[in-house]
């Protein structure tokens, strides 16, 4: 049985995988095309006329002030992890309450692509209402996609998928 999990959870890895590259193929369809890993996609997301919040501007904020993240996450929130408690470490789903959240930090600057160790690039992926956050290791085992949507104007995440291992 214990074999069998670890195929499983190498077939969901590959799964996801594909997907994504998929999405990344779709995207370029529709014209949107993926920059450099250190830059932001394309697609601008600030909106003057309609008064949205930026995104830019809104997850600089919501990295470096823990009161504003608290404010701005979508609690209880159900996220996808991967259970430490499990060899595998296969994805599960948990809820995550305020008095459980622990401070995300969304910053990123181009030397995370140079460093030692730990080398992960980070995009954007902008949708009508939505941003999706992609952090993408190299080499390392580190993924994660955020999910951010825009509510009554201003972003809120509303989920997150981490399968780093």
């Not at 529709?30 to 830059?39: I, L």
């Not at 994805?91 to 969304?106: A, F, H, M, S, V």
């Not at 140079?114 to 995009?123: A, S």
Request: charged residues 25%.
């Amino acid at each position: 049985m214990n074999i069998s999990n670890h195929i499983f959870f190498c077939l969901f890895v590959l799964f996801l995988f594909s997907c994504a590259q998929g999405a990344e193929k779709k995207g370029q369809a529709m014209g949107r095309v993926k920059a450099e890993p250190e830059a932001v996609w394309a697609d601008s997301v600030q909106d003057t006329l309609s008064g949205k919040e930026d995104f830019d501007q809104f997850i600089r904020q919501f990295s470096t002030q823990e009161s504003f993240q608290l404010e701005r996450v979508k609690f209880p929130i159900s996220v996808i992890i991967p259970d430490t408690g499990h060899e595998g470490m296969a994805p599960i789903e948990e809820t995550i309450g305020r008095y459980e959240w622990e401070p995300l930090d969304l910053t990123y600057d181009s030397s995370y692509l140079t460093r030692p160790y730990d080398q992960y690039y980070q995009g954007v992926r902008y949708g009508k209402d939505t941003a999706v956050v992609e952090i993408r290791g190299i080499n390392n085992g580190i993924y994660a996609d955020y999910y951010f949507t825009l509510i009554e104007k201003k972003w809120y995440l509303v989920t997150f998928y981490e399968a780093s291992f």
